[in-house]
């Protein structure tokens, strides 16, 4: 069922973080030698796109690490929304960094434009970037594709309603960086064929749109989260039908899901218990059933109340 498989993958997240951290540096590196060489205009922005997502993966590994502590008195609902906060500095991160710079340089280079020269080494480099960001964006899709699949999602879909936000952030920069390539290499061809730096100035500045885009999805998926997010409605259908299911419950009137960290639900429900219980019982019962709940690894807190006669029965 969709709330029991919407299940922690920590081990998984993070060595897709760690794999994308690792090829990012050799990528921004190595296009960083490329773009002083070159003078490329598209390179630069590679190479800005390529640190921007090096210094990302810092962020994301705290939100990965951040998120997993305990909850406590100060915080009864746990540490997951840490996630989100550390995520939306990576979407921060992305957007003046890896953009701006890109669009910026892009402008520059429209207005003043530098010769460029070497370009087979931009060739070689971007052959080489491709290969290593393919890597990264392999662990990071097929992941995305396995929780999809788990699920019965769309890939797509999971990435944009999941609620881990690191996995995402992964997945968006590393498939941005594939066709930021893409858009560099063109820039860099035009530029040799014609003679006129324009085309790679303008590959710049598309590079600087496409993470500006990225980011700001990414913002805003982050925001939501933030705010509040309530759960797709397969995972509030199954919810409800486990709640059903349980042998002291015979009826569901209210249930209200909210994510509070990745794969980390709140939940609270009115019920109506099974036979006639003493009035003294009841409230043991309900502490009882929200203690199985909770033991629930998607469950990071479970409140239920008594369900009154007149209110509606959900359907499962």
Excluded: C
Aim: charged letters at 20%.
């Amino acid at each position: 069922m969709a709330a029991s498989r919407e299940k922690a993958d920590t081990g998984s997240t993070l060595l897709t973080v760690i794999i994308a951290s690792a090829a990012n540096t050799l990528v921004a590196a190595a296009k960083s030698v490329a773009a002083a060489l070159t003078g490329s205009a598209s390179m630069t922005a590679e190479a800005a796109h390529s640190w921007a997502d090096t210094g990302n993966q810092v962020f994301l590994f705290m939100a990965e690490r951040r998120s997993q502590r305990p909850r406590d008195k100060g915080h009864p609902m746990g540490y997951g929304r840490e996630a989100y906060v550390w995520s939306m500095f990576a979407a921060f991160g992305l957007f003046t960094a890896g953009a701006v710079v890109s669009i910026m340089h892009g402008i520059q280079q429209i207005i003043d434009p530098e010769p460029a020269s070497d370009f087979l080494i931009a060739y070689l480099v971007l052959a080489v970037a491709f290969v290593l960001e393919g890597l990264s964006f392999v662990q990071a899709f097929r992941q995305t594709r396995k929780a999809a699949r788990e699920l019965e999602r769309r890939t797509l879909e999971q990435v944009l309603v999941s609620s881990d936000p690191t996995l995402r952030a992964v997945f968006a920069e590393d498939a941005a960086a594939l066709v930021g390539l893409v858009i560099a290499f063109t820039g860099v061809f035009l530029h040799q064929v014609t003679g006129s730096p324009v085309p790679d100035a303008v590959g710049s500045i598309v590079v600087g749109v496409l993470l500006a885009v990225v980011a700001v999805v990414l913002i805003d998926r982050n925001r939501r989260f933030l705010v509040g997010q309530g759960v797709t409605p397969d995972i509030e259908r199954s919810m409800g039908r486990q709640l059903l299911e349980h042998k002291d419950i015979a009826r569901l009137t209210y249930l209200h899901l909210e994510f509070v960290g990745p794969r980390k639900l709140y939940l609270v429900a009115a019920v109506d218990l099974q036979g006639d219980h003493p009035e003294h019982e009841v409230a043991v019962v309900l502490r009882r059933i929200e203690s199985e709940l909770e033991g629930h690894e998607t469950v990071e807190e479970a409140v239920l109340t008594l369900a009154t006669p007149d209110e509606v029965s959900l359907k499962p």
